[in-house]
């Protein structure tokens, strides 16, 4: 949300006059992490983890309550003049600030519960959003692209070229990830197109076109049945279901695709003096 | 005495800089190193900047509480100047966790710049408000701070002023963590106030 705001900012600045080179001395010069991010985080985490145990045997607890937590009827014995506590919730892109995060401690379950003290100030949903990872996203059903070969038969001429495409769609998911509702897209990106007899599989970023405007083929130069294997990798980007910044998958997903057996046949030419109406018994003519 | 040759060009390159163009109104020969006197193995910094003096380590950061997190988040960011002035990064190496995407910059540019031969002069920091947020307690607090860094100037080994940044007011959110007794700077972020 911060970042987002600086670097609209900043490039408001850069359009203007050119940004002079930062000091090395400078504070504002040095790059930074996400810290908000990471406090936001920290606190979900420790919040779901406390919940986990038994309320009897809890000698921690959280909870997530508005300025002191009179809204919630909570006795919050804390000084509400902190800074966090009193700050105006954030603007988060149109979605619902949270409300700050309280914590109490007793020695032991048989101990009564010291006061509550703030953990974190108000947050925005987004902060906190964990990351969808890599297996995360290969979990998705994602549907193997659909292989389409053209001549579309189950036999193709040796040494005339096989053409192969697919529909390169995006898919769209909507998840959950830590109860929080989450988009998640899947874009095809690469293929890898093996043609089965042993030779070199050939990849592509293209999804392949039908003819005439086919850009991958492939002409088989030995006769010999064959199964095409299609592998599609996608990559993936998340957000939290209406948010507007998407976030990137770190790594990729796979599927496969076959066909089914193709042949490809050798048509040798024949010189002959009757056609097939005359003679359907002749070279080449399917009886 | 490589180092101390080398601040004496620094000193004079700056005289320079005040008086006229052609004759610099400071001279060498009048600084006189005592035999006493051992080389530093950093770039020694002009000697009156107040930002070479180490800043002086709280007795509150020895408790691993709220107060201890605010008295280390104050002492970390002060550090700040004296690193750029002195390049001397162990105290700030030291309390840095190794994914501090920021502590990592300050070191690598910080060495950058001595290995040069630079240095910084001011950018004393004046801490105006911290506050500290116990998220897991005795392990991970979240920081607040407002601060304002006085004009700061990167010098190189000519000393010559390359970059001069004025006086400015940051936001700065910190993340802190206690690990083993010991207090590191997990994460800073900041933003500058208009």
């Not at chain 1, 619902?96 to 309280?102: A, F, K, L, Q, S």
């Not at chain 1, 902060?127 to 193709?156: G, K, N, Y």
């Not at chain 1, 279901?241 to 057996?261: D, K």
């Not at chain 2, 320079?16 to 190193?33: A, F, K």
């Amino acid at each position: 949300m911060l970042t987002g705001a600086l670097v609209i900012a900043l490039a408001a600045v850069a359009a203007v006059a050119p940004t002079p080179p930062d000091a090395a001395g400078a504070f504002g010069g040095r790059a930074q992490g996400s810290t908000v991010e990471l406090n936001a985080v920290t606190a979900a985490g420790k919040i779901a983890e406390s919940q986990a145990v038994d309320p009897a045997l809890r000698t921690r607890e959280y909870t997530r309550a508005d300025l002191c937590g009179t809204e919630a009827g909570l006795q919050m014995n804390a000084d509400c003049s902190g800074y966090a506590a009193t700050a105006s919730p954030p603007e988060c892109e149109g979605l619902d600030p949270v409300p700050p995060v309280w914590v109490r401690e007793r020695t032991s379950p048989s101990d009564p519960w010291q006061g509550w003290s703030l953990a974190l100030g108000w947050s925005c949903p987004q902060d906190a959003l964990p990351v969808f990872t890599i297996t995360d996203f290969r979990r998705l059903p994602i549907t193997p692209s659909v292989l389409t070969i053209q001549p579309p038969r189950d036999e193709v001429f040796v040494n005339m070229p096989t053409i192969v495409y697919t529909n390169p769609a995006v898919q769209t998911f909507t998840t959950t990830l830590l109860g929080f509702p989450v988009e998640v897209e899947a874009t095809p990106t690469r293929f890898t197109w093996d043609f089965g007899d042993g030779s070199e599989p050939i990849v592509t970023t293209s999804p392949g076109h039908p003819y005439p405007d086919h850009d991958i083929a492939y002409p088989y130069p030995y006769e010999g049945t064959y199964t095409i294997t299609l592998t599609t990798e996608f990559t993936g980007r998340y957000r939290l279901a209406g948010a507007t910044t998407w976030l990137p998958v770190v790594g990729t997903a796979t599927t496969t695709t076959t066909s089914p057996p193709i042949t490809a046949v050798e048509h040798r030419t024949h010189l002959v003096d009757q056609n097939c109406i005359e003679n359907p018994d002749g070279p080449w003519c399917d009886s | 005495m490589a180092g101390l040759a080398a601040g004496v060009v620094v000193v004079g390159g700056l005289a320079g800089c005040t008086g006229g163009p052609d004759e610099p109104s400071w001279t060498p020969t009048v600084w006189t190193p005592e035999e006493t006197v051992e080389p530093s193995p950093t770039p020694t910094p002009t000697p009156d900047d107040p930002a070479a003096i180490p800043p002086e380590r709280p007795a509150a950061m020895d408790t691993g509480d709220t107060a201890g997190a605010e008295a280390f988040a104050t002492y970390f960011i002060e550090l700040f100047p004296y690193v750029f002035a002195t390049g001397d990064v162990d105290a700030f190496r030291a309390h840095s966790h190794p994914e501090c995407v920021f502590c990592t910059d300050v070191i690598a540019t910080a060495e950058a710049q001595t290995g040069a031969g630079g240095h910084s002069e001011g950018g004393l920091i004046d801490i105006q408000e911290v506050t500290a947020l116990e998220i897991d307690p005795g392990k991970w607090w979240g920081g607040s701070v407002e601060m304002v860094q006085a004009a700061v100037v990167d010098i190189d080994r000519d000393g010559n002023v390359v970059t001069e940044v004025a006086e400015t007011a940051y936001h700065v959110d910190l993340a802190i963590v206690r690990e083993n007794g010991i207090w590191l700077m997990r994460e800073v972020s900041h933003e500058e106030k208009s």
